[in-house]
């Protein structure tokens, strides 16, 4: 087996494994060794699966979770990977501070007791939240440094630089209908009003997308256990 990070000398990690030849097999204890595993495979051009224990990556996201219940009662997991948490009422607790550096204490105590290091997203309804959080990558927006808030009103504004593809609830065959109508971007789509996405596609489906494209989600944060 190959611990990741045992070697420092990428070249002698290579003469190590060049035996197994172009496909290598490998077995991770966590998620972050198999994404330094992953990204290891990728360097030297080979093939790779990575096995993660379920039972150890359900470990550390109830361990993300345990955290983020020290800043707000109501956190959401929505998969194993992703949390959502509304903050609303909590502003007084943290002196009315802004929202981005409540965030970045956040992720600080999270990397501090976890040792897992998360993107934040933040705004007034969870379709922002979640494409901030995207957005926060520090390999997708280096400035970003791991956290992203859309100010309140800015919302259509920062969804103006999205595919219809990256709006959550676009699947594949929803996406193909909107490219047949010449819809690809949410620039594309903020051209039409309301009547005519619901001609186009159904009344329910058009009020849906005329809403989303316009960063309007109503739909409400619960606490979950994770």
């Given amino acids: 087996g190959v611990e990741p990070g045992a070697w420092s000398d990428l070249d ?6 060049r035996p197994l030849g172009k496909r290598a097999l490998a077995a991770a204890t966590d998620g972050n060794h198999g994404r330094a595993v992953a990204r290891m495979v990728h360097l030297f051009g080979w093939q790779s699966r990575i ?9 550390r996201s109830r361990a993300i979770v345990v955290v983020l219940e020290r ?3 109501v956190v959401e997991p929505a998969s194993i990977d992703e949390m959502y948490l509304d903050l609303s009422g909590t502003e007084g607790l943290y002196h009315h501070e802004p929202l981005e550096a409540t965030a970045r204490r956040i992720r600080e105590a999270v990397r501090r007791e976890t040792a897992i290091t998360v993107s934040i997203g933040g705004g007034t309804n969870r379709l922002i939240a979640k494409l901030a ?3 926060a990558k520090p390999h997708h927006t280096p400035e970003a440094s791991g956290v992203l808030i859309v100010p309140p ?3 259509q504004e920062f969804l103006q630089s999205f595919d219809l593809a990256d709006i959550p609830g ?6 193909d209908r909107l490219l047949a109508l010449g819809l690809k971007t949410v620039r594309d789509a903020l051209r039409y009003d309301r009547a005519v996405l619901r001609r186009w596609l159904t009344p329910r489906a058009g009020d849906w997308l005329y809403d989303r494209i316009r960063g309007v989600d ?3 944060v619960e606490r979950r256990t994770a």
């Fill in 12 to 17: 002698e990690l290579r003469q190590r494994l």
């Fill in 51 to 59: 096995f993660v224990p379920a039972a150890t990556t359900a470990a």
């Fill in 170 to 175: 676009v699947g594949p065959r929803f996406q």
């Fill in 218 to 220: 109503d739909s409400a």
């Fill in 153 to 155: 009103g800015a919302e």
């Fill in 133 to 135: 959080a995207g957005r």
């Fill in 71 to 73: 800043f707000t009662p």
